[in-house]
T-cell receptor
Framework: DAGVIQSPRHEVTEMGQEVTLRCKPISGHDYLFWYRQTMMRGLELLIY????????DSGMPEDRFSAKMPNASFSTLKIQPSEPRDSAVYFC??????????????FGQGTRLTVV | DQQVKQNSPSLSVQEGRISILNCDYT??????FLWYKKYPAEGPTFLIS?????DKNEDGRFTVFLNKSAKHLSLHIVPSQPGDSAVYFCAASERGAGSYQLTFGKGTKLSVIP
């Protein structure tokens, strides 16, 4: 398996524009997570899905952020409109379901977003 | 309020010596703990984990120790190698929540000096 695949790797956009980040999780993984990494806050969970259903979106900072998972192999994180403070590295990660209830998350390489 | 804390932003260690990275947590419901390593421009990669029913887990040069009463865990790397230079993140999850979601510390940047 190629691992978690994110696109694009880098995105530079102007304030006010819509930004869409994409993620393909590892095949067979039931859980998908979107994280954001900033210097100030570190790695913070934005939202996660179980079997394509959003379970907890309490980490989504504002209504400008939305995420979807239309099928088991694809998810998007959208920011509309984007603002300079959204500049960060966004990671997608996936985890398998295990009998123990614990599993490590496998991360993609991230999308570095710069909003100017 | 940070539930997982890594109080040392950086650490420098001589090659061949032991590296000790520390992590504290506040949520007593956490029962699974992980360490991730991150190189620049890459995503975090899983390194080692420990369940709350254990106090030690070893994998090659990497050992994680868990002290539940102190809500403290540490990662030991011995011997340290230049390729270990990276940012190390401590993470924790709560089995009871059944969510698999991880709460991360802010990371410690380890520099192993040749």
């Amino acid at each position: 398996d190629a691992g978690v695949i994110q696109s694009p790797r880098h995105e530079v956009t102007e304030m006010g524009q819509e930004v869409t980040l994409r993620c393909k999780p590892i095949s067979g993984h039931d859980y998908l997570f979107w994280y954001r990494q900033t210097m100030m806050r570190g790695l913070e969970l934005l939202i996660y899905f179980n079997n394509n259903v959003p379970i907890d979106d309490s980490g989504m900072p504002e209504d400008r952020f939305s995420a979807k998972m239309p099928n088991a192999s694809f998810s998007t994180l959208k920011i509309q409109p984007s603002e300079p403070r959204d500049s960060a590295v966004y990671f997608c990660a996936s985890s398998p379901h295990t009998g123990t209830g614990n599993a490590e998350a496998f991360f993609g390489q991230g999308t570095r977003l710069t909003v100017v | 309020d940070q539930q997982v804390k890594q109080n040392s932003p950086s650490l420098s260690v001589q090659e061949g010596r032991i590296s000790i990275l520390n992590c504290d947590y506040t949520n007593s419901m956490f029962d699974y703990f992980l360490w991730y390593k991150k190189y620049p421009a890459e995503g975090p990669t899983f390194l080692i984990s420990i369940s709350s029913i254990k106090d030690k887990n070893e994998d090659g040069r990497f050992t994680v120790f868990l002290n539940k009463s102190a809500k403290h865990l540490s990662l030991h790397i011995v011997p340290s190698q230049p390729g270990d230079s990276a940012v190390y993140f401590c993470a924790a999850s709560e089995r009871g929540a059944g969510s698999y979601q991880l709460t991360f510390g802010k990371g410690t940047k380890l520099s192993v000096i040749p």
